[in-house]
């Protein structure tokens, strides 16, 4: 806040990165008054909605989700702060702020049914909140489906700031600008690949997932080299009728898995 304060101060335009490792292990420093709101009550898995997708397992550790509750909330009341800030330098109205997240929980926790957590490759553990806020620009409530990912945050920045690209720079991602202003727009299909796991070397199929629009090809072969099995084993999802991958329809749809596996080979 004392950056963006001196930066207009300067007449300067600013760009905030503020990276959060919340929530996150280590579990013990967290703020006092929200580890004991927290603490006291029942978050065991129960208490959350199970009645759609797959169900959380019924162990948890009480004591460990309170913490991870209580980082959560410091984050939003932080963020709180941040808003309150741009407001008081009457900054708000034309300024881009995101909010957006690197992965699905480290742990088995409530994501709507999803299935997965981090380091799977599962919806539960890639799909992950993006929200940005422009008053200037962007409609308050306004949805886009369209499949993106962290690559095209930096487009997406440089367009809307108006800031050309080095002509030598071949970014991955693309501009979903015009998606975010409402604005029609025609585009070829797209897919989007995600790998996780570790080692030094990338492993061909090794828990990776590629999808477009619809459908969605992945090999569910675990984050560690030791998990790693071949022949791989794919399963296909139809995203646009089952979100919370449910059914796995791979022996069903032999073209899509050859179209999906053909684009991940060119990829990897």
């Not at 948890?60 to 941040?82: K, Y």
């Not at 993006?130 to 949805?143: N, T």
Request: with cysteine.
């Amino acid at each position: 806040m004392t950056f963006i304060e001196k930066s207009i101060q300067r007449e300067r335009p600013f760009f905030v990165y503020l990276p959060d490792n919340c929530p996150h292990g280590p579990f013990h420093d967290v703020p006092e008054d929200l580890y004991e709101l927290y603490r006291k009550m029942d978050l065991g898995n129960p208490q959350f909605p199970q009645q759609n997708g797959h169900p959380l397992p019924s162990e948890h550790n009480n004591d460990q989700r309170a913490r991870i509750f209580a980082m959560i909330s410091n984050v939003d009341r932080n963020i709180g702060r941040l808003f309150q800030k741009l407001d008081e330098l009457q900054l708000t109205q034309n300024t881009i702020v995101i909010f957006m997240t690197d992965n699905g929980p480290n742990g088995q926790r409530y994501v709507d049914g999803m299935r997965g957590k981090k380091a799977t490759i599962y919806e539960g553990g890639v799909r992950s909140p993006f929200f940005l806020q422009w008053p200037e620009k962007v409609r308050a409530g306004h949805h886009v489906d369209r499949v993106c990912a962290h690559i095209d945050v930096m487009p997406t920045l440089l367009e809307a700031c108006g800031v050309a690209a080095p002509e030598d720079l071949k970014p991955d991602g693309v501009s979903f600008l015009p998606e975010l202003l409402g604005n029609p727009v025609s585009r070829p299909e797209r897919t989007i690949v995600i790998q996780s796991h570790r080692g030094d070397q990338p492993v061909r199929f090794h828990n990776f997932m590629i999808r477009n629009d619809r459908w969605k090809l992945l090999n569910a072969s675990g984050f560690h080299q030791e998990d790693l099995v071949d022949p791989p084993k794919f399963e296909l999802y139809d995203l646009k009728a089952d979100p919370r991958e449910m059914v796995d329809v791979a022996t069903k749809q032999p073209d899509v898995v050859r179209q999906l596996r053909a684009a991940y080979e060119a990829w990897f």
